[in-house]
């Protein structure tokens, strides 16, 4: 494979777990476009709506570009140089190790991170620092597959490829919104199903998610059954004769105690806990039994949870019982959310995990891995995972925390303990690419680093296989890589803890990191001593393992039934029914859920600069059925307080048909960066797996109360307005609701919707007006109704709106905001943008949502078209939308039945501000 073109860098997507190949456009030294490498195994040249706007993500207005300290807690933050920032981190790290032992301190970091940085700073906490307290974001993700997998097959490896889908004739998915968290694994599904009409999709999900929409058979569950779902699976292939009991006999153990377990799951009794039909549920054991090749595809819906690791061994249990593994086409896969999540676990990146797949918790383990680097010994006491590492910031036990790619003030479940755990910390050091997330307000030391397009290195994919990561540009300012940054820190940490770290942080490259991290894998299941960067260059990414003298990687794991056991047999487990970590009872009577939109990426620090990214869905909406619409008064657009255990967050709400009644689902984006309050997971618990400690972020009891907020504010300004969005986030603070955002196809536009009881102090309105530049009176146009409270102004330089902020009579809002939107002449229109009633020019009618993000198609007009009688195809040729990435396309699927009537169209969400 060509290593680069004179214009364009082969490297890789930095979202999800897919890794698609991507060719980066390099012009005059900037990121000028991108698209998809047609040569990477992965995506053959597609990539989702994410992807395809990657380079409009590389900007510097949002990056964090010089090192920050302050040395006083309250005080701001002040730009230093690198060498005053490295040395006082190093001064407080090592004071603190002196003082209260290496376990007083932690390292926490990202599943987006290069597993070279990845490596680097495992080693750094275990080898120079000497704890185990080091954990990763991936926690939060897929941890509950690791054990999953430990637990049934012996180590940590997805059995099974992408190329599968092509073989499978029966596939299940379980717990995952493939075609929004997966875009491009899914239309290789689709490619599959219409090469073979043959092929049942099996989705189990308590939403009807676009993917469930497109599935053959959708089981909707009711939250935490899907133990009980795979035990009556069970139960049905063992009662009707479908296990393969050959297979069962030669390769594995444990069956008679799980089929003594799963005799009490009968059908009925299943369907009842599962609240769903009998009969589905043995159609989907039939299928799965009766199938030549059964894939399964799982995610988050059975690894946020508190029974995560037996939910992934219930379903690995099916594959063993009727021998769907180690075969082209069958296999349980669990598909990583991270793009790195997989290249963390190579190189024990996480507490629970040590270099080359081994165990912190093995002595025999550790003294392989002292005697690999060349120490003493390493540590021995269990490192703290994600949520015991906050819960001992709180405690005081640890003191002083180094966070690396990730924003753990956003993500953690239970925010406020969250908070008050980076309040108490006597030292935040934070290593980000962008300077406004949630966390940067904690750090004491803000280190700027490179991010996706500057960065050298490796990643692994979610089908074990490797890709090079390669720069094409420089980073921003002062910004460096991460490893790089891990590097000079354990240079400087060293001497304070008497240990030579010049010899144990040699580094200069990343690959002399890569080739150090590729001998600790030697002669194990992950072994890739037959890999080099030189391979990776000549010959494109590759699978695990791929041992020295192999020409190739293993497309398939276990093909000879033989497993990374002791025994060489793989494990049935009985798991257990428990319940969620919360009930739901009188107070709380609704089953909240969260997931991903299909545009949007964790908690956007990067997707969040792109204004057409928000066009598919541009404000965190509770989605609740019909039934508890109504039963509460509302309507769409209504604003509701959403209330936990733990806290309440005021957001509006949508009716959705794709929502069980008694049930309700929240994207889990959005922080208190683009909202008021402290965002999704201030809702959510940390109550964790035993066995994964994996938080149960999919689930939380809620209740929904309707809020009658008359007093509405709309604000809205291009030009600058990434620059903005850090000058508007404060006032988000001063409103009981309130939301930023941005539109824009090309120029991005700020959105700011706020809304309270009655009227907030006019200074939160002067300094939104500053924030604005909606605050010259002598280039502003003014309106004023004191009376009627109404207050409006407007900006217009060279004939267009550019900016305007609305109280009090909101009506033209969506005109105003298409006008500025579009950058269209405001000659026609500047009699109407302040007009003194309500109004907008006749014949101006909001087109709403986006659902063609490539096209800029919106839901109105292809409703406007499948209404009036064009079949999907016509649509299609005549609005083109679908026809490029592909995102859409479910969407598109779904809303051509409901136009044909086989389903109820979803209400449009009317705005209130
Ligand atoms: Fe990136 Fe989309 Fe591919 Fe995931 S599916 S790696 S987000 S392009």
Request: glycine share 8%; net charge neutral; with cysteine.
């Amino acid at each position: 494979m060509a290593n680069r073109s004179s214009t364009e860098v082969r490297s890789t997507c930095p979202y999800c777990g897919v890794g698609c190949g991507v060719l980066i456009d390099v012009k005059a030294g900037q990121i000028a476009d991108v698209r998809g490498d047609p040569l990477h195994p992965a995506n053959f040249g597609r990539l989702c709506t994410k992807g395809a706007t990657l380079h409009l993500t590389a900007q510097p207005t949002t990056r964090a570009l010089y090192p920050g300290l302050r040395r006083d807690r309250g005080a701001p933050r002040k730009r230093a140089s690198w060498d005053e920032a490295l040395d006082l981190a190093a001064e407080r790290f090592g004071r603190t190790i002196w003082e209260h032992g290496p376990d007083s301190v932690a390292f926490y970091i990202s599943g987006q991170l290069l597993t070279e940085d990845y490596y680097v700073f495992n080693k750094l906490a275990r080898a120079l620092v000497g704890t185990n307290n080091i954990d990763t974001n991936s926690r939060l993700c897929m941890s509950s597959a690791v054990t999953g997998y430990k637990l049934t097959l012996g180590a940590d490896a997805p059995p099974a490829c992408y190329e599968d889908l092509d073989q499978a004739d029966c596939v299940l998915i379980a717990g995952s919104n493939m075609a929004y968290a997966h875009p491009i694994l899914f239309r290789r599904l689709e490619d599959a199903r219409e090469r073979n009409p043959a092929l049942k999709l099996i989705v189990i999900d308590p939403r009807r998610t676009d993917t469930a929409a497109a599935a053959d058979l959708h089981l909707p569950v009711f939250p935490g059954t899907d133990v009980a779902l795979f035990n009556g699976m069970l139960h049905v292939l063992i009662w009707e004769g479908l296990c393969d009991l050959d297979y069962i006999g030669r390769h594995t153990e444990g069956f008679e105690a799980l089929k003594q377990a799963v005799k009490e799951f009968t059908p009925s009794s299943v369907a009842a806990t599962c609240g769903i039909a009998e009969a589905d549920l043995v159609q989907a054991a039939r299928w799965f039994g009766g199938a030549r090749a059964v894939l399964s595809l799982y995610c988050q819906g059975l690894n946020q949870s508190v029974q995560g690791t037996e939910k992934n061994a219930a379903l690995i249990n099916l594959h063993l019982a009727t021998g769907q593994i180690g075969r082209p086409g069958a296999g349980p896969f669990s598909l990583t959310g991270q793009p790195n999540a997989m290249g963390g676990r190579e190189v024990g990146g996480m507490a629970t995990l040590l270099s080359g797949h081994r165990d912190p918790a093995s002595t025999t383990d550790r003294e392989e891995m002292a005697r690999f680097w060349d120490i003493d010994e390493l540590p021995a006491t269990p490192g703290k995972t994600a949520v015991e590492i906050f819960d001992a910031m709180r405690d005081g036990q640890i003191k002083a925390i180094w966070i690396a790619c990730t924003n753990p003030a956003q993500s953690m479940p239970d925010h406020a303990k969250v908070v008050e755990a980076l309040q108490r910390a006597d030292f935040v050091v934070l290593q980000e690419a962008y300077r406004s997330t949630e966390t940067a307000a904690f750090a004491d030391v803000l280190l700027p680093a490179t991010s996706w397009g500057e960065k050298e290195g490796t990643v692994t994919n979610s089908e074990r296989r490797i890709s090079r990561v390669r720069a094409a540009v420089a980073g921003p300012g002062e910004a460096r890589h991460d490893w790089r940054i891990a590097v000079d820190f354990a240079r400087r940490l060293g001497p304070r803890l008497g240990k030579d770290a010049e010899r144990l942080f040699p580094y200069e490259h990343p690959e002399q990191i890569y080739d150090e991290h590729r001998e600790t894998t030697r002669g194990r299941d992950l072994d890739i001593t037959g890999l080099s960067y030189a391979v990776l260059e000549s010959r494109g990414p590759q699978q695990w393992p791929f041992p020295e003298g192999a020409t190739t990687g293993k497309s398939r794991l276990y093909e000879d039934g033989v497993f990374a056991t002791a025994s060489g047999r793989a494990r049935f487990i009985a798991a257990p029914c428990r319940a969620l970590a919360e009930a739901t009872d009188v107070r709380f009577p609704l089953h909240l859920s969260t997931g991903r939109l299909r545009d949007q990426w964790h908690g956007m620090s990067r997707t969040g600069t792109v204004g057409r990214l928000f066009h598919h869905v541009e404000e965190p909406l509770l989605s609740l059925n019909q039934q508890d619409m109504q039963r509460r008064g509302l309507s769409n657009g209504d604003l509701v307080r959403v209330s936990s255990r733990r806290g309440e967050l005021r957001l509006r709400v949508q009716s959705a048909e794709d929502v069980r009644p008694a049930q309700a689902w929240l994207p889990m984006h959005w922080g208190s960066a683009f909202m008021q309050g402290g965002g999704t997971n201030v809702l959510l618990p940390s109550a964790f797996d035993p066995h994964s400690k994996q938080p149960e972020l999919k689930h939380a009891a809620v209740r929904v109360e309707k809020l009658e907020y008359a007093w509405q504010v709309m604000a809205l300004r291009s030009g600058d307005a990434l620059s903005r969005l850090d000058s508007v986030r404060p006032l988000l603070r001063e409103f009981p609701y309130a939301t930023c955002g941005l539109i824009g196809r090309d120029v991005p536009v700020l959105v700011f919707r706020a809304a309270a009881p009655a009227p907030v102090a006019d200074e939160a309105i002067v300094r939104l007006d500053a924030a604005l530049g909606l605050d010259d009176d002598v280039q502003v146009m003014n309106y004023q109704d004191k009376r009627r409270g109404v207050s409006k102004r407007a900006l217009v330089l060279d004939g267009r709106l550019v900016g305007a902020r609305l109280i009090g009579e909101t009506t033209a809002r969506e005109w105003l905001k298409e006008l500025i939107a579009s950058g269209a002449s405001a000659a026609d229109a500047r009699r109407w943008i302040l007009a003194p009633i309500a109004s907008t020019p006749t014949g101006q009618t909001p087109r709403g949502r986006v659902v063609c993000n490539c096209f800029d198609v919106s839901e109105a007009r292809i409703r406007a078209e499948l209404g009036a009688g064009a079949t999907l195809e016509q649509v299609q040729e005549l609005l083109q939308c679908g026809t490029s990435c592909g995102s859409c396309l479910p969407e598109l699927r779904r809303m051509a039945i409901e136009t044909r009537g086989t389903a109820k169209p979803a209400q449009p969400v009317e705005e209130i501000v």
